[in-house]
């Protein structure tokens, strides 16, 4: 069973850092890629937006808005998805869900949505 589950999240002013924890249950790793989307309040029905994801050699891709600023690694040993995100701005105030799936049609397509997520995790940045 896929479980995801989501931390870390918060309030932080414009410039600053926040990391986003995923605890992945085992059955997470027979899917090729896990990742990291977020949606914003005012475009939820346009869907998420895929923020970054990491295939099963750890090769991390990630969307052209958060590339530079944004690192996502996997803590096998722990089972722990990270994203640590630095330099954040107003307009990565989102919800941030975890994500898992073989298929890449999430994290390219903004109506799609991953087969797998998290509940996800606030994260709300101020000018």
């Known amino acids: 069973q896929v479980r995801l589950e989501e931390s870390g999240g918060g309030s932080v002013q414009s410039g600053g850092s926040l990391t986003l924890s995923c605890k992945v249950s085992?059955?997470?790793?027979?899917?090729?890629?896990m990742g990291w989307f977020r949606q914003r309040q005012v475009k939820e029905r346009e869907g998420g937006e895929g923020?970054?994801?990491?295939?099963?050699?750890?090769?991390?891709t990630y969307a052209t808005s958060v590339k530079g600023r944004f690192t996502i690694s996997l803590d096998k040993a722990k089972n722990i998805l990270y994203l640590q995100m630095n330099s954040l701005t107003p307009e990565d105030t989102a919800t941030y869900f975890c994500?898992?799936?073989?298929?890449?049609?999430?994290?390219?397509?903004?109506?799609?949505?991953?087969?797998?997520r998290g509940q996800g995790t606030q994260v709300t940045v101020s000018s």
């Open positions: 994500a898992a799936d073989s298929s890449l049609t999430w994290f390219h397509t903004p109506l799609a949505r991953p087969r797998f």
């Open positions: 085992p059955d997470t790793y027979n899917y090729i890629y």
């Open positions: 923020v970054a994801i990491i295939d099963k050699a750890s090769t991390p």
